[in-house]
Protein backbone atom coordinates (compact mmCIF):
# COMPACT_ATOMS: atom_id res chain seq x y z
CA UNK A 1 0.00 0.00 0.00
CA UNK A 2 1.48 3.76 -1.02
CA UNK A 3 0.32 6.53 1.81
CA UNK A 4 1.51 10.53 1.26
CA UNK A 5 2.17 12.90 3.98
CA UNK A 6 2.53 16.47 3.48
CA UNK A 7 3.68 18.11 6.48
CA UNK A 8 2.19 21.59 6.24
CA UNK A 9 -1.31 22.10 5.88
CA UNK A 10 -1.13 25.79 5.49
CA UNK A 11 2.38 28.04 4.19
CA UNK A 12 1.71 31.64 4.56
CA UNK A 13 4.52 33.68 2.74
CA UNK A 14 4.76 37.12 1.08
CA UNK A 15 5.01 37.65 -1.82
CA UNK A 16 8.68 37.30 -3.56
CA UNK A 17 10.17 34.69 -0.81
CA UNK A 18 10.49 31.30 -1.83
CA UNK A 19 8.89 28.72 -0.91
CA UNK A 20 9.07 25.00 0.25
CA UNK A 21 6.21 22.51 0.53
CA UNK A 22 7.13 18.95 1.77
CA UNK A 23 5.89 15.37 0.73
CA UNK A 24 6.65 12.33 2.31
CA UNK A 25 5.58 8.63 0.82
CA UNK A 26 5.58 5.14 1.63
CA UNK A 27 5.37 2.49 -0.87
CA UNK A 28 6.69 -0.89 -1.10
CA UNK A 29 6.56 -0.65 -5.01
CA UNK A 30 8.07 1.61 -7.41
CA UNK A 31 6.24 4.96 -8.04
CA UNK A 32 5.65 7.66 -10.30
CA UNK A 33 5.31 11.31 -8.46
CA UNK A 34 3.47 14.23 -9.17
CA UNK A 35 2.27 17.25 -7.99
CA UNK A 36 -1.11 19.01 -8.34
CA UNK A 37 -2.30 22.32 -8.22
CA UNK A 38 -5.97 23.24 -7.42
CA UNK A 39 -7.41 26.77 -7.65
CA UNK A 40 -10.29 27.64 -5.56
CA UNK A 41 -13.97 26.61 -7.41
CA UNK A 42 -11.51 24.07 -9.85
CA UNK A 43 -10.68 20.73 -10.53
CA UNK A 44 -6.50 19.79 -9.97
CA UNK A 45 -4.27 20.27 -12.85
CA UNK A 46 -0.55 18.06 -13.11
CA UNK A 47 1.92 20.53 -12.10
CA UNK A 48 5.08 18.08 -12.59
CA UNK A 49 5.77 14.60 -12.38
CA UNK A 50 8.67 12.38 -11.43
CA UNK A 51 8.76 9.71 -14.00
CA UNK A 52 12.77 8.39 -14.28
CA UNK A 53 15.32 10.29 -15.20
CA UNK A 54 16.45 13.30 -13.55
CA UNK A 55 15.63 13.67 -10.14
CA UNK A 56 14.90 17.73 -10.42
CA UNK A 57 11.76 18.13 -12.10
CA UNK A 58 10.48 21.82 -13.14
CA UNK A 59 7.15 23.12 -14.53
CA UNK A 60 6.46 25.85 -16.78
CA UNK A 61 5.93 28.60 -14.19
CA UNK A 62 8.77 28.12 -11.85
CA UNK A 63 7.87 25.30 -9.84
CA UNK A 64 10.77 22.37 -9.06
CA UNK A 65 10.40 19.02 -7.26
CA UNK A 66 14.22 16.71 -6.48
CA UNK A 67 12.94 13.28 -5.75
CA UNK A 68 15.47 11.55 -2.91
CA UNK A 69 14.73 8.01 -3.12
CA UNK A 70 16.23 7.54 0.16
CA UNK A 71 14.49 9.90 1.94
CA UNK A 72 11.51 9.06 0.52
CA UNK A 73 10.66 12.94 -0.50
CA UNK A 74 9.13 14.83 -3.37
CA UNK A 75 9.33 18.96 -1.98
CA UNK A 76 8.23 21.47 -4.06
CA UNK A 77 9.76 24.70 -4.08
CA UNK A 78 9.51 27.83 -5.51
CA UNK A 79 12.17 30.61 -5.39
CA UNK A 80 9.90 33.38 -5.86
CA UNK A 81 6.16 33.45 -5.54
CA UNK A 82 3.84 35.49 -6.96
CA UNK A 83 -0.13 36.38 -5.63
CA UNK A 84 -1.68 33.74 -8.01
CA UNK A 85 0.34 31.12 -6.61
CA UNK A 86 -2.37 31.08 -4.06
CA UNK A 87 -3.49 27.51 -4.35
CA UNK A 88 -4.17 24.36 -2.75
CA UNK A 89 -1.08 22.19 -3.86
CA UNK A 90 -1.08 17.79 -3.70
CA UNK A 91 1.59 15.89 -3.72
CA UNK A 92 0.62 12.00 -5.49
CA UNK A 93 2.11 8.76 -6.14
CA UNK A 94 0.98 6.23 -8.49
CA UNK A 95 2.42 2.73 -8.19
CA UNK A 96 4.28 1.39 -11.20
CA UNK A 97 2.78 -1.87 -13.00
CA UNK A 98 0.79 -2.97 -11.03
CA UNK A 99 -1.92 -3.54 -12.82
CA UNK A 100 -4.52 -0.17 -13.60
CA UNK A 101 -3.92 3.34 -12.27
CA UNK A 102 -4.67 3.87 -8.82
CA UNK A 103 -3.02 7.57 -7.54
CA UNK A 104 -3.03 8.42 -4.19
CA UNK A 105 -2.91 12.32 -2.87
CA UNK A 106 -1.79 13.64 -0.05
CA UNK A 107 -4.00 15.44 2.16
CA UNK A 108 -3.23 18.97 0.47
CA UNK A 109 -1.20 21.85 1.90
CA UNK A 110 -2.65 25.68 1.23
CA UNK A 111 0.11 27.86 0.06
CA UNK A 112 -1.42 31.78 0.62
CA UNK A 113 1.04 34.67 -0.43
CA UNK A 114 0.31 38.12 0.97
CA UNK A 115 1.48 41.29 -0.92
CA UNK B 1 -8.84 19.42 -28.24
CA UNK B 2 -11.76 19.73 -25.18
CA UNK B 3 -11.12 18.60 -21.41
CA UNK B 4 -12.66 16.30 -18.93
CA UNK B 5 -15.94 17.30 -19.01
CA UNK B 6 -18.31 16.59 -15.82
CA UNK B 7 -21.92 17.10 -15.30
CA UNK B 8 -23.54 18.97 -13.57
CA UNK B 9 -21.91 20.99 -11.93
CA UNK B 10 -24.27 21.48 -8.88
CA UNK B 11 -26.35 19.15 -6.96
CA UNK B 12 -28.73 18.83 -4.03
CA UNK B 13 -30.52 15.71 -3.12
CA UNK B 14 -32.52 14.55 -0.46
CA UNK B 15 -30.94 11.85 2.62
CA UNK B 16 -32.34 8.35 0.90
CA UNK B 17 -32.17 9.41 -2.88
CA UNK B 18 -29.96 8.41 -5.38
CA UNK B 19 -27.58 10.30 -7.71
CA UNK B 20 -25.99 9.69 -10.87
CA UNK B 21 -23.00 11.93 -11.87
CA UNK B 22 -21.68 12.04 -15.78
CA UNK B 23 -17.99 11.97 -16.91
CA UNK B 24 -16.88 12.31 -20.83
CA UNK B 25 -12.89 12.16 -20.83
CA UNK B 26 -10.20 13.60 -23.24
CA UNK B 27 -11.15 11.93 -26.76
CA UNK B 28 -8.20 9.03 -26.66
CA UNK B 29 -8.28 8.58 -23.31
CA UNK B 30 -9.67 4.70 -22.22
CA UNK B 31 -9.17 5.23 -18.44
CA UNK B 32 -11.34 7.44 -16.20
CA UNK B 33 -10.87 7.34 -12.35
CA UNK B 34 -13.57 8.94 -9.74
CA UNK B 35 -12.48 10.60 -6.37
CA UNK B 36 -14.18 11.94 -3.67
CA UNK B 37 -12.83 15.38 -1.88
CA UNK B 38 -13.97 16.66 1.23
CA UNK B 39 -12.34 19.10 3.93
CA UNK B 40 -12.02 16.22 6.29
CA UNK B 41 -10.76 13.84 4.15
CA UNK B 42 -9.12 14.78 1.61
CA UNK B 43 -9.31 13.36 -2.09
CA UNK B 44 -10.28 9.43 -1.51
CA UNK B 45 -9.94 7.04 -4.36
CA UNK B 46 -13.23 5.58 -5.30
CA UNK B 47 -12.31 3.59 -8.79
CA UNK B 48 -11.15 3.47 -12.33
CA UNK B 49 -12.03 2.16 -15.49
CA UNK B 50 -10.60 1.06 -18.72
CA UNK B 51 -11.98 -0.15 -21.52
CA UNK B 52 -15.48 -0.70 -19.63
CA UNK B 53 -13.72 -2.54 -17.21
CA UNK B 54 -13.29 -1.76 -13.69
CA UNK B 55 -9.47 -2.23 -12.92
CA UNK B 56 -9.39 -0.48 -9.44
CA UNK B 57 -11.59 0.27 -6.88
CA UNK B 58 -11.32 2.23 -3.27
CA UNK B 59 -12.44 1.61 0.15
CA UNK B 60 -16.43 2.82 -0.51
CA UNK B 61 -19.29 1.34 0.49
CA UNK B 62 -21.46 -0.67 -2.51
CA UNK B 63 -23.31 1.97 -2.50
CA UNK B 64 -21.15 3.66 -4.75
CA UNK B 65 -20.87 2.60 -7.98
CA UNK B 66 -19.81 2.95 -11.63
CA UNK B 67 -19.91 2.55 -15.03
CA UNK B 68 -17.83 2.89 -18.55
CA UNK B 69 -19.59 3.04 -22.01
CA UNK B 70 -17.51 1.88 -25.41
CA UNK B 71 -17.48 5.64 -26.18
CA UNK B 72 -14.89 5.88 -22.50
CA UNK B 73 -17.72 7.99 -21.02
CA UNK B 74 -17.78 6.92 -17.38
CA UNK B 75 -21.01 7.44 -14.53
CA UNK B 76 -20.82 7.51 -10.86
CA UNK B 77 -23.69 6.44 -9.01
CA UNK B 78 -24.28 6.76 -5.16
CA UNK B 79 -27.70 4.95 -3.96
CA UNK B 80 -28.90 5.86 -0.79
CA UNK B 81 -27.91 9.18 -0.29
CA UNK B 82 -26.50 10.04 3.25
CA UNK B 83 -25.26 13.57 4.67
CA UNK B 84 -21.37 12.48 4.99
CA UNK B 85 -21.65 11.70 0.84
CA UNK B 86 -22.04 15.81 0.86
CA UNK B 87 -18.56 16.51 -1.30
CA UNK B 88 -16.93 17.51 -4.39
CA UNK B 89 -16.77 14.56 -6.94
CA UNK B 90 -14.03 14.64 -9.47
CA UNK B 91 -13.33 12.66 -12.25
CA UNK B 92 -9.60 12.02 -13.84
CA UNK B 93 -8.89 11.19 -17.44
CA UNK B 94 -5.79 9.21 -18.37
CA UNK B 95 -4.62 6.94 -21.54
CA UNK B 96 -4.69 4.32 -18.86
CA UNK B 97 -2.22 2.39 -20.82
CA UNK B 98 0.94 0.70 -18.01
CA UNK B 99 3.74 3.10 -20.87
CA UNK B 100 2.19 6.03 -20.52
CA UNK B 101 2.95 8.56 -17.56
CA UNK B 102 0.12 7.75 -15.26
CA UNK B 103 -0.60 11.70 -14.96
CA UNK B 104 -4.20 12.54 -14.94
CA UNK B 105 -6.69 15.59 -16.46
CA UNK B 106 -9.08 16.52 -13.95
CA UNK B 107 -12.78 17.92 -14.61
CA UNK B 108 -14.00 20.67 -13.22
CA UNK B 109 -16.28 18.52 -10.14
CA UNK B 110 -19.35 17.94 -9.20
CA UNK B 111 -20.69 19.04 -6.07
CA UNK B 112 -22.89 17.51 -4.30
CA UNK B 113 -24.54 18.10 -1.41
CA UNK B 114 -27.03 16.21 0.72
CA UNK B 115 -29.82 17.58 3.06
Known amino acids: AQSVTQLDSQVPVFEEAPVELRCNYS??????LFWYVQYPNQGLQLLLK??????LVESINGFEAEFNKSQTSFHLRKPSVHISDTAEYFC?????????????FGAGTRLFVKA | KAGVTQTPRYLIKTRGQQVTLSCSPI?????VSWYQQTPGQGLQFLFE???????NKGNFPGRFSGRQFSNSRSEMNVSTLELGDSALYLC??????????????FGSGTRLTVV
Open chain 2, 49 to 55: YFSETQR
Open chain 1, 27 to 32: SSVSVY
Open chain 1, 50 to 55: YLSGST
Open chain 1, 92 to 104: AVSPINTGGFKTI
Open chain 2, 92 to 105: ASSDGLARGDYGYT
Open chain 2, 27 to 31: SGHRS
